[in-house]
């Protein structure tokens, strides 16, 4: 496991919370992966400051995929006992930004690289390193277009958020929205003449509420997650500038995460109606009352059947068992391209993701080292 604590030490060093940029870390990624002989190529983003990359190693189409995320979340607030951005070993615990959600799997991924290199493949190993994945898979899904006709067909991909390990065969997806209600500014002593924007926004979330409850009662659902159905949540609400002026504008910020099952546009279309109810109450007082919905983010849910030949893969792979997560990640992008995709990676999400003092521990990526030893020999002559 030396070239992986190697290879992590390094990854953890490069400061790549969502907000900056990860050209430095590419920069490493790629300059690895050249001097192994493996063909790259790096996808840009719009800003000129975050780039994704591609690689590949082995003859002809098929073969499998790993992918990972380079960015990570903040440090500022939570209080870190060690350096966040250097590799610090403490018995079987790695600590450091990252070492769990992802750089441990992308170490691995190095590894694997540097072990397929040194192989007579007759199917190509592929490689994604993606961007601002923390921020609502955002980095993936700008790199699909010019991503999908570079991969090809693989028969397999492993995305490796942390699972401790386990195939993971299923994860909700998501959207997000910012809601914006306007109403009518005045003074509170005349308060009952105007239409308040918090108003607005306090009925909005009674039927987001509503509709929670709906699902709970009436949607799909599904045993293997903690939470068996849909749900709605409101993170945000702000408005009001002062106790005595009555507010005309209020934002709210909520998300919908789905089972597969569940009719995502239809949940979608009941928001858009709820916001219509909402402000037709307050129109005859005020006729420009409305609520305005902008979506902010949004990524594909996870479904995989147990007995698909992806999961019998890396459950051989891996040698562990099936479970599904609550978090989401960047595979229902690459199974929206028709890949075959699961997820299984080092380290434990509800352990260690996204807290101060992160760490992974040796055990995790021995796991995930030997799984991908399992890969590189599955695809190999």
């Known amino acids: ?43 840009p983003d719009a800003s000129g400051r975050k780039a994704g990359l591609y690689a590949e190693t082995g003859p002809g189409d098929g073969g499998i995929l790993l992918s990972g995320h380079t960015d990570v979340v903040p440090v500022e607030g939570q209080e870190w006992t060690r350096d966040p951005f250097r590799l610090t070993p403490e018995g079987d615990r790695l600590y450091g930004r990252g070492t769990t959600d992802m750089k441990g799997y992308l170490a691995c991924m190095l590894s694997a690289a540097e072990l397929a290199a040194g192989q007579d493949l007759r199917e190509p190993l592929k490689l994604v390193f993606s961007h601002d994945e923390e921020i609502g898979c955002v980095g993936i899904q700008q790199m699909e277009a010019a991503l999908a006709p ?40 005349l308060a ?138 960047e595979a229902g992008v690459f199974d929206r391209l028709g890949i075959p995709t699961i997820v299984c990676g080092p380290g434990d999400m509800a352990g ?4 101060a003092d992160e760490y992974v521990t040796t055990g995790q990526l021995d796991a995930c080292d030997r799984m991908m030893a399992r890969l590189v020999e599955e695809i190999s002559r």
């Open 1 to 43: 496991m030396t070239r992986t604590l190697e290879h992590l030490e390094r990854l953890v060093g490069f400061d790549t919370v969502s907000h900056r940029s990860n050209l430095a870390i590419i920069d490493y990624i790629e300059g690895v992966l050249q001097t192994l002989g493996l063909r790259t190529t790096r996808l």
């Open 150 to 189: 570079l991969l090809g067909q693989p028969r397999a991909c492993i995305v490796g958020e942390p699972t401790q390990m386990q195939v993971a065969i299923g994860h909700k997806g998501k959207a997000a929205w910012r809601a914006v209600c306007h109403g009518q500014a005045g003074h509170s002593a």
């Open 192 to 329: 009952p003449g105007f239409v308040n924007a918090l108003h607005l926004a306090g009925d909005f979330m009674a039927e987001l509420r509503a509709l929670q409850a709906w699902l709970k009662e009436n949607g799909a659902r599904d045993a293997g997650y903690d939470i068996p159905y849909s749900t709605v949540h409101v993170g945000q609400l702000s408005g009001g500038l002062a106790v005595n002026m009555v507010p005309d504008r209020a934002e709210m910020h909520f998300e919908l995460r789905y089972l597969a099952a569940d009719p995502a546009a239809e949940i979608s279309q009941r928001i858009a109606q709820a916001t219509d109810r909402v402000a037709g109450r307050y129109q005859s007082t005020f006729p420009d009352a409305r609520i305005t919905l902008d979506q902010t983010t949004a990524y594909p849910g996870l479904d995989v059947a147990e007995d698909a030949e992806v999961t019998h893969l890396a459950r051989t792979c891996a040698q562990s068992d099936l479970t599904k997560v609550a978090f989401g990640t």
């Open 352 to 355: 260690q993701g996204h807290k």
